[in-house]
């Protein structure tokens, strides 16, 4: 079977500091797949490649069989890549119903997510719907992000790390509510530091190291075997 | 006697105000949104007056043709508008504010030398239409039929805008995109469409308002420079970028104009310089504005 988006072999670089190496990763239907690495290792500039916001300077982005590399951003949204960023991004003087509102009107893609599924998924979010995006907790803010991209009702969701800066209890409210979408049918390609999030969810794992990858296989294989994984990530 | 005077002051500096607001809020809107400062702002609104006087030349005999020398002047000053940011203004979004500047100062330079060599270098006027020809009498004040005209369409305007702002789903896309137009472009929205719509309608605002005030002032070269430097001030006072910010600061700035002109009557300008300075002093972003993150 095709996969769902290929990255094949791509250099990314922001003006003059080159970040990545030759990435090539592939995702297939269905599948939750993870770039796991530190910081600066290259996770969260390949999904500013695959989403058009910094466009690669080598090799392609091939979606659904297509070569989009180079698409401007709100092209690769409406053909059905949903990205929540790492810093949430939520639109601080915009309230928490007007952010879900205006993805929805953004992307134009009609599709099972609308603001009251979203609320049934996260009904925390139905409580504050008329509080503005800049009065938030990290918590808020992070179930708004990811609840914003799903109303744009995207094939393939990128979600960069979303774990990061919560509190454990909302970390494990969060691992629960990806695992209902994964459930659902939806597409994730997930970035994290954490083994043990990254774990829980994927399927598979890249591993990625100074813009290159370092590993790939099942997530089973870093999960029963410590010793690689201490070796792969301890560094 | 003195009361009636005072209120005639307060309305001259209500109907500057109204100019000045519709002016200086296309130049916020545009800063806002699209984070560049058009110096050329005054530019489109000084061609805006010579559209409107051009057009009445054409349609020469009847004097009301007037509302359709002004609407005919903003379409033309927005399709204007239109040509500048998709030729030019969107290679400046995200450079640095010095390039921004030389390139919108280079466009005040060109247009204005443009609108010489079309128009002359003499004085032009435009007849006010005759359907707002009379006076009317407020509190013993007299105000021109046509003034009262500018102040119910400008207020109706900022109305107008803010309710599309608030309410309305283009008007929260113009908000997102001013906070984080990255984003708002990963969700899929077409940012590229939506700058050049707010330039447009700024244009459009900038071509009325200079349409508007031909009747009652007359069209110089130089009036450009003259509008884009108040207008800046309003916006200083106001705060950049916010809406109700750059309402304020216009009132504030037509009232100070108006009764500063009783106090020091030759230097009335400088009582709205000393007011400006203060601000910046004391509030550098403005009465209603934010500071830069």
């Given at each position: 079977?095709?996969?769902?988006?290929?990255?094949?072999?791509?250099?990314?670089?922001?003006?003059?500091?080159?970040?990545?190496?030759?990435?090539?990763?592939?995702?297939?239907?269905?599948?939750?797949?993870?770039?796991?690495?530190?910081?600066?290792?290259?996770?969260?500039?390949?999904?500013?490649?695959?989403?058009?916001?910094?466009?690669?300077?080598?090799?392609?982005?091939?979606?659904?069989?297509?070569?989009?590399?180079?698409?401007?951003?709100?092209?690769?949204?409406?053909?059905?890549?949903?990205?929540?960023?790492?810093?949430?991004?939520?639109?601080?003087?915009?309230?928490?119903?007007?952010?879900?509102?205006?993805?929805?009107?953004?992307?134009?893609?009609?599709?099972?997510?609308?603001?009251?599924?979203?609320?049934?998924?996260?009904?925390?979010?139905?409580?504050?719907?008329?509080?503005?995006?800049?009065?938030?907790?990290?918590?808020?803010?992070?179930?708004?992000?990811?609840?914003?991209?799903?109303?744009?009702?995207?094939?393939?969701?990128?979600?960069?790390?979303?774990?990061?800066?919560?509190?454990?209890?909302?970390?494990?409210?969060?691992?629960?509510?990806?695992?209902?979408?994964?459930?659902?049918?939806?597409?994730?390609?997930?970035?994290?530091?954490?083994?043990?999030?990254?774990?829980?969810?994927?399927?598979?794992?890249?591993?990625?190291?100074?813009?290159?990858?370092?590993?790939?296989?099942?997530?089973?294989?870093?999960?029963?075997?410590?010793?690689?994984?201490?070796?792969?990530?301890?560094? | 006697?003195?009361?009636?005077?005072?209120?005639?002051?307060?309305?001259?500096?209500?109907?500057?105000?109204?100019?000045?607001?519709?002016?200086?809020?296309?130049?916020?809107?545009?800063?806002?949104?699209?984070?560049?400062?058009?110096?050329?702002?005054?530019?489109?609104?000084?061609?805006g007056a010579y559209l409107a006087w051009q057009t009445m030349a054409w349609l020469a005999p009847t004097k009301e043709g007037f509302w359709l020398a002004a609407l005919a002047a903003a379409t033309g000053i927005a399709i204007l508008g239109f040509v500048v940011e998709r030729l030019m203004f969107r290679h400046l979004y995200g450079k640095e504010e010095l390039y921004q500047l030389l390139f919108t100062y280079a466009l005040v330079l060109i247009l204005g030398d443009a609108a010489k060599i079309l128009?002359?270098?003499?004085?032009?006027?435009?007849?006010?239409?005759?359907?707002?020809?009379?006076?009317?009498?407020?509190?013993?004040?007299?105000?021109?039929?046509?003034?009262?005209?500018?102040?119910?369409?400008?207020?109706?305007?900022?109305?107008?805008?803010?309710?599309?702002?608030?309410?309305?789903?283009?008007?929260?896309?113009?908000?997102?995109?001013?906070?984080?137009?990255?984003?708002?472009?990963?969700?899929?929205?077409?940012?590229?469409?939506?700058?050049?719509?707010?330039?447009v309608v700024s244009s459009f605002l900038a071509g009325l308002s200079g349409a508007l005030v031909s009747p009652i002032k007359a069209i110089v070269p130089g009036m450009d420079v003259e509008i884009i430097v108040e207008a800046f001030i309003v916006v200083v006072i106001g705060g950049l970028g916010s809406f109700w910010g750059t309402f304020l600061g216009a009132l504030i700035y037509g009232q100070v104009l108006s009764f500063g002109i009783l106090i020091f009557p030759r230097f009335s300008i400088f009582?709205?310089?000393?007011?400006?300075?203060?601000?910046?002093?004391?509030?550098?972003?403005?009465?209603?504005?934010?500071?830069?993150?």
């Amino acid at each position: 079977m095709a996969a769902l988006l290929s990255i094949e072999a791509i250099h990314t670089a922001y003006g003059l500091s080159k970040v990545l190496f030759g990435i090539t990763a592939d995702i297939h239907q269905g599948e939750c797949v993870c770039l796991l690495g530190r910081n600066g290792v290259g996770k969260s500039t390949t999904m500013r490649s695959i989403m058009g916001l910094t466009v690669p300077s080598q090799g392609k982005i091939v979606w659904k069989g297509e070569d989009i590399t180079g698409w401007a951003p709100h092209r690769i949204a409406r053909a059905g890549i949903g990205f929540v960023p790492e810093d949430r991004r939520v639109f601080a003087e915009l309230s928490v119903w007007e952010n879900l509102d205006i993805a929805a009107r953004a992307a134009r893609r009609p599709g099972p997510w609308t603001i009251e599924a979203l609320f049934d998924l996260f009904p925390q979010l139905a409580a504050i719907q008329s509080r503005m995006g800049g009065f938030l907790s990290g918590g808020e803010q992070q179930m708004l992000t990811i609840a914003r991209t799903l109303m744009t009702n995207p094939d393939l969701l990128l979600l960069d790390e979303p774990s990061e800066g919560l509190a454990p209890l909302v970390v494990d409210m969060l691992l629960e509510k990806i695992g209902d979408l994964k459930k659902g049918g939806l597409t994730i390609l997930l970035a994290e530091q954490g083994l043990a999030f990254s774990l829980a969810l994927a399927d598979r794992v890249y591993v990625l190291e100074k813009g290159e990858v370092r590993y790939t296989g099942p997530s089973s294989a870093l999960r029963d075997d410590k010793d690689l994984a201490d070796r792969l990530l301890a560094l | 006697m003195a009361a009636e005077f005072l209120f005639s002051q307060f309305l001259s500096g209500l109907t500057t105000a109204i100019f000045l607001f519709l002016v200086a809020s296309g130049l916020s809107l545009v800063f806002g949104v699209l984070r560049v400062l058009n110096f050329a702002h005054g530019t489109f609104y000084m061609l805006g007056a010579y559209l409107a006087w051009q057009t009445m030349a054409w349609l020469a005999p009847t004097k009301e043709g007037f509302w359709l020398a002004a609407l005919a002047a903003a379409t033309g000053i927005a399709i204007l508008g239109f040509v500048v940011e998709r030729l030019m203004f969107r290679h400046l979004y995200g450079k640095e504010e010095l390039y921004q500047l030389l390139f919108t100062y280079a466009l005040v330079l060109i247009l204005g030398d443009a609108a010489k060599i079309l128009w002359g270098t003499g004085q032009l006027s435009v007849s006010r239409p005759p359907s707002v020809e009379g006076s009317l009498s407020v509190f013993g004040a007299l105000l021109p039929g046509y003034n009262l005209f500018v102040m119910v369409l400008g207020f109706a305007i900022a109305i107008g805008f803010w309710v599309i702002l608030q309410r309305t789903s283009a008007g929260r896309m113009i908000r997102a995109a001013a906070m984080d137009r990255e984003m708002l472009g990963s969700l899929g929205a077409n940012v590229g469409v939506l700058y050049t719509g707010v330039f447009v309608v700024s244009s459009f605002l900038a071509g009325l308002s200079g349409a508007l005030v031909s009747p009652i002032k007359a069209i110089v070269p130089g009036m450009d420079v003259e509008i884009i430097v108040e207008a800046f001030i309003v916006v200083v006072i106001g705060g950049l970028g916010s809406f109700w910010g750059t309402f304020l600061g216009a009132l504030i700035y037509g009232q100070v104009l108006s009764f500063g002109i009783l106090i020091f009557p030759r230097f009335s300008i400088f009582s709205v310089f000393a007011l400006m300075a203060v601000i910046l002093i004391v509030r550098p972003w403005g009465l209603l504005g934010r500071p830069l993150k």
